[in-house]
C-alpha cells in the first residue's frame, strides 16, 4: 500500500453541469463544482471506489471542508484513516444539493428542482465519467447526517441499482416525532410575518446574523419544498404546510404526504425492503440525546428491519444532534470495506 507517501488529503472540484436542475423554480444555480477527496494512490493506474457523502440542511458538499479546531475534517479523518491501514482506498464525493430554502432532501420536487435525479443520474455519471471510478453498482455507496441520513437511506431503498452499501447517521425518520413537536415553534415565527412566507424569506436572506430563532420555521419550509409541494404558488412559497398557521392543527392530506417521506413508513412496503437486503453493509446510527427525538425513530426504524429480515447494524452513542462528524470514522471504513475489490 502506498497511501503512506501523502499525510495530506488531497481535494479537487469536479463542475456538474447541471443540466437537470435547469429551469428550477427558485432559481438556483445549475452548474455547480463540488468537492471531491481523492485517495493517497489515486494516478497509479489504479480504479477506485466511491463513496457519495450527503450534508445535512443548511449545509452542501464545501461543509465536509470546514477547519474546527481540535476537530478534523471529514477529508482529513478519510486519509488519516487510509494511512493508518484502518480504511480501504476510495474516492469520496461531496455533492452540493443546496436550494434557496436551505437544502433539497435530495427528492424531485417542484417547489425546488429535480434534485434526486441531478443525483444519481447526473453527478454519477460525471464522476464516472471524469475521474478514475470502478463504475458499476458493487463499487459504490452512499453516506449522511441529519437530512444526509435520510437522503442516503432514502436513495439506497430507491435506487437499488446504484448503490450497494449505505450508512445514516442520525438521519430524519420518525416524522410524528421529529417534526411535529417543531410545528408550533415555526408557527409563532411566521406569525411575526403576518403568515407571509416570502415576506419571512426576504427578512432571513438579509439578515447578516441569522436569527436562531427563526431557523425552525426555516427548516419547516425546506420540509414542505420537498415533501408538499405547491406548483399552482409562486416561488417563494410554493408549499403547504402540513399545519394550520393560526391555530397549528394539523391538516392531515398534507400530513400524509410527508409520511410517504418518511423511511419507517417506506420500510413497509415490499420493494424498499428488497432493495434494503441487496445490500452488502447497512449503516445506522444516533445519539441518545438527539434533540429532534431522531433515536426513537431510528429504534423504530431498526425494529421494523429486524422483523423484515434486513441485514443491518445500529448504534446509539452518548451525545446530541450536533457536532457528530466523529461518528464518520466509523461508518467510512465499514463502507470503504463493503465497496472495495
Same mark, same amino acid.
Given at each position: 500500500?502506498?497511501?503512506?507517501?501523502?499525510?495530506?488529503?488531497?481535494?479537487?472540484?469536479?463542475?456538474?453541469?447541471?443540466?437537470?436542475?435547469?429551469?428550477?423554480?427558485?432559481?438556483?444555480?445549475?452548474?455547480?463544482?463540488?468537492?471531491?477527496?481523492?485517495?493517497?494512490?489515486?494516478?497509479?493506474?489504479?480504479?477506485?471506489?466511491?463513496? $457519495? /457523502?450527503?450534508?445535512?440542511?443548511? !449545509? %452542501?458538499?464545501? =461543509?465536509?471542508?470546514?477547519?474546527?479546531?481540535? @476537530?478534523?475534517?471529514?477529508?482529513?479523518?478519510?486519509?488519516?484513516?487510509?494511512?493508518?491501514?484502518?480504511?480501504?482506498?476510495?474516492?469520496?464525493?461531496?455533492?452540493?444539493?443546496?436550494?434557496?430554502?436551505?437544502?433539497?432532501?435530495?427528492?424531485?420536487?417542484?417547489?425546488?428542482?429535480?434534485?434526486?435525479? $441531478? /443525483?444519481?443520474?447526473?453527478?454519477? !455519471? %460525471?464522476?464516472? =465519467?471524469?475521474?478514475?471510478?470502478?463504475?458499476? @453498482?458493487?463499487?459504490?455507496?452512499?453516506?449522511?447526517?441529519?437530512?444526509?441520513?435520510?437522503?442516503?437511506?432514502?436513495?439506497?431503498?430507491?435506487?437499488?441499482?446504484?448503490?450497494?452499501?449505505?450508512?445514516?447517521?442520525?438521519?430524519?425518520?420518525?416524522?410524528?416525532?421529529?417534526?411535529?413537536?417543531?410545528?408550533?415553534?415555526?408557527?409563532?415565527?411566521?406569525?411575526?410575518?403576518?403568515?407571509?412566507?416570502?415576506?419571512?424569506?426576504?427578512?432571513?436572506?438579509?439578515?447578516?446574523?441569522?436569527?436562531?430563532?427563526?431557523?425552525?420555521?426555516?427548516?419547516?419550509?425546506?420540509?414542505?419544498?420537498?415533501?408538499?409541494?405547491?406548483?399552482?404558488?409562486?416561488?417563494?412559497?410554493?408549499?403547504?404546510?402540513?399545519?394550520?398557521?393560526?391555530?397549528?392543527?394539523?391538516?392531515?392530506?398534507?400530513?400524509?404526504?410527508?409520511?410517504?417521506?418518511?423511511?419507517?413508513?417506506?420500510?413497509?412496503?415490499?420493494?424498499?425492503?428488497?432493495?434494503?437486503?441487496?445490500?452488502?453493509?447497512?449503516?445506522?446510527?444516533?445519539?441518545?440525546?438527539?434533540?429532534?427525538?431522531?433515536?426513537?425513530?431510528?429504534?423504530?426504524?431498526?425494529?421494523?428491519?429486524?422483523?423484515?429480515?434486513?441485514?443491518?447494524?445500529?448504534?446509539?452513542?452518548?451525545?446530541?444532534?450536533?457536532?457528530?462528524?466523529?461518528?464518520?470514522?466509523?461508518?467510512?471504513?465499514?463502507?470503504?470495506?463493503?465497496?472495495?475489490?
Amino acid at each position: 500500500m502506498t497511501g503512506h507517501r501523502d499525510p495530506y488529503p488531497r481535494m479537487i472540484e469536479v463542475t456538474v453541469p447541471g443540466t437537470t436542475l435547469r429551469g428550477n423554480p427558485l432559481g438556483d444555480p445549475c452548474s455547480r463544482r463540488i468537492p471531491v477527496y481523492l485517495p493517497p494512490s489515486y494516478g497509479d493506474n489504479k480504479r477506485f471506489p466511491v463513496i $457519495y /457523502l450527503l450534508a445535512g440542511f443548511a !449545509s %452542501t458538499g464545501q =461543509s465536509f471542508m470546514n477547519y474546527s479546531f481540535g @476537530r478534523q475534517t471529514v477529508p482529513e479523518m478519510a486519509n488519516a484513516l487510509i494511512t493508518g491501514g484502518n480504511m480501504a482506498e476510495c474516492i469520496i464525493v461531496m455533492p452540493d444539493c443546496m436550494t434557496r430554502y436551505g437544502g433539497s432532501q435530495y427528492v424531485n420536487s417542484v417547489a425546488t428542482g429535480l434534485y434526486e435525479s $441531478y /443525483l444519481v443520474e447526473e453527478v454519477i !455519471s %460525471t464522476i464516472d =465519467s471524469t475521474l478514475c471510478t470502478l463504475a458499476e @453498482r458493487k463499487h459504490r455507496a452512499v453516506a449522511g447526517k441529519s437530512s444526509g441520513g435520510f437522503g442516503a437511506l432514502r436513495l439506497a431503498m430507491r435506487h437499488p441499482e446504484r448503490f450497494a452499501a449505505a450508512a445514516c447517521h442520525s438521519g430524519d425518520m420518525g416524522f410524528e416525532l421529529c417534526y411535529k413537536p417543531n410545528f408550533p415553534a415555526a408557527a409563532r415565527v411566521l406569525e411575526q410575518y403576518r403568515g407571509s412566507i416570502a415576506d419571512f424569506l426576504l427578512s432571513y436572506e438579509s439578515a447578516l446574523k441569522k436569527p436562531q430563532r427563526e431557523f425552525t420555521l426555516l427548516d419547516i419550509i425546506g420540509m414542505a419544498a420537498a415533501y408538499s409541494p405547491d406548483a399552482s404558488k409562486e416561488a417563494p412559497g410554493n408549499i403547504r404546510l402540513p399545519f394550520n398557521p393560526h391555530t397549528c392543527e394539523p391538516i392531515e392530506n398534507v400530513w400524509q404526504e410527508w409520511l410517504a417521506f418518511d423511511p419507517v413508513e417506506m420500510i413497509e412496503r415490499e420493494e424498499y425492503r428488497e432493495a434494503l437486503r441487496s445490500l452488502n453493509t447497512l449503516y445506522l446510527d444516533c445519539g441518545t440525546l438527539d434533540e429532534y427525538n431522531l433515536q426513537f425513530g431510528h429504534r423504530i426504524f431498526s425494529a421494523k428491519a429486524t422483523t423484515y429480515a434486513i441485514n443491518h447494524h445500529y448504534e446509539e452513542f452518548m451525545d446530541s444532534h450536533s457536532n457528530t462528524s466523529y461518528r464518520y470514522a466509523v461508518s467510512l471504513p465499514l463502507l470503504s470495506a463493503s465497496i472495495a475489490d
